[in-house]
């Protein structure tokens, strides 16, 4: 076969084979062409640094939580004059109610009393003064009524006896005015309160057997001691008359009737 004729057969089958694949061939590099643009744009720099990202929302809320937190915390913790002002105002008022106690205490007041005192302990808790006083209060208001002294109603009666000692002759008529009278004796607690607050230097005999019994009667001590102790209560000794007088427990002599009936 003629040279001429195959070179012209092989340049129309390749001019077919183009026109048929030119296509695909496009479609390929067109295709080719978007994949390297997005990878361009993808693909990080170099040396680059990636952005960081924003926290979670979760933590935006705990964060503001926890400055509000501490915000409040702020405010709300007492300056040190704020302290110094509440210490002394606390330690007026325990002053008050104590002082006021001590008062109602002196006054065999006891139940009123022991409600001040537990006033005072409130603002001052380890307060040994105030617990001591608190029980010494439980322990008188068993034995003793709601009204410590009675009303004595004045009368005439028959003082002395002409039987007895020279001093006590002749019996004589005497008259006393109303008058109170404590219901019971002295204790040995109430004793002990008045020797603790006025320093009162003699003590009575035995004295340490009698604190073991703090709500016995106190013994062993003199018209003196007696009457330092009324004094410090804000009361007096009877006079002789007035004591012969409620000590006959209603029995005067006159007319033979009593007027009143003394414990």
Same mark, same amino acid.
């Given at each position: 076969?003629?040279?001429?004729?195959?070179?012209?057969?092989?340049?129309?089958?390749?001019?077919?084979?183009?026109?048929?694949?030119?296509?695909?061939?496009?479609?390929?590099?067109?295709?080719?062409?978007?994949?390297?643009?997005?990878?361009?744009?993808?693909?990080? #720099?170099?040396?680059?640094?990636?952005?960081?990202?924003?926290?979670?929302?979760?933590?935006?809320?705990?964060?503001?939580?926890?400055?509000?937190?501490?915000?409040?915390?702020?405010?709300?913790?007492?300056?040190?004059?704020?302290?110094?002002?509440?210490?002394?105002?606390?330690?007026?008022?325990?002053?008050?109610?104590?002082?006021?106690?001590?008062? #109602?205490?002196?006054?065999?007041?006891?139940?009123?009393?022991?409600?001040?005192?537990?006033?005072?302990?409130?603002?001052?808790?380890?307060?040994?003064?105030?617990?001591?006083?608190?029980?010494?209060?439980?322990?008188?208001? +068993?034995?003793?009524?709601?009204?410590?002294?009675?009303?004595?109603?004045?009368?005439?009666?028959?003082?002395?006896?002409?039987?007895?000692?020279?001093?006590?002759?002749?019996?004589?008529?005497?008259? +006393?005015?109303?008058?109170?009278?404590?219901?019971?004796?002295?204790?040995?607690?109430?004793?002990?309160?008045?020797?603790?607050?006025?320093?009162?230097?003699?003590?009575?005999?035995? @004295?340490?057997?009698?604190?073991?019994?703090?709500? @016995?009667? +106190?013994?062993? +001590?003199?018209?003196?001691?007696?009457?330092?102790?009324?004094? @410090?209560?804000?009361?007096? #000794?009877?006079?002789?008359?007035? @004591?012969?007088?409620?000590?006959?427990?209603?029995?005067?002599?006159?007319?033979?009737?009593?007027?009143?009936?003394?414990?």
């Amino acid at each position: 076969m003629d040279t001429a004729i195959i070179v012209a057969i092989i340049g129309a089958v390749s001019a077919l084979v183009g026109t048929l694949l030119k296509p695909y061939v496009e479609h390929y590099f067109e295709q080719r062409s978007k994949r390297r643009s997005s990878d361009k744009t993808i693909a990080p #720099l170099e040396n680059s640094t990636p952005p960081l990202a924003p926290p979670p929302a979760g933590d935006n809320i705990k964060i503001a939580g926890d400055e509000q937190q501490r915000r409040k915390e702020s405010n709300s913790t007492p300056s040190k004059a704020e302290d110094v002002k509440q210490h002394s105002k606390r330690k007026k008022l325990y002053s008050k109610y104590k002082e006021e106690a001590d008062t #109602l205490f002196r006054q065999s007041e006891y139940a009123k009393a022991k409600a001040l005192y537990e006033k005072a302990r409130s603002y001052k808790p380890d307060d040994p003064y105030a617990l001591s006083y608190i029980e010494t209060c439980d322990k008188l208001i +068993v034995k003793a009524p709601q009204s410590m002294m009675v009303r004595i109603p004045g009368g005439y009666f028959l003082m002395g006896d002409d039987n007895e000692a020279s001093y006590e002759k002749p019996v004589h008529q005497v008259y +006393v005015s109303d008058f109170y009278l404590d219901k019971y004796e002295v204790t040995v607690a109430q004793y002990q309160r008045f020797l603790n607050d006025t320093g009162y230097s003699k003590k009575p005999e035995k @004295w340490e057997v009698q604190l073991q019994h703090p709500q @016995w009667p +106190v013994i062993f +001590v003199s018209w003196h001691d007696a009457d330092a102790y009324a004094q @410090w209560a804000r009361k007096r #000794l009877p006079t002789e008359a007035e @004591w012969e007088y409620a000590a006959r427990g209603g029995n005067t002599d006159v007319d033979k009737k009593p007027k009143y009936i003394y414990p």
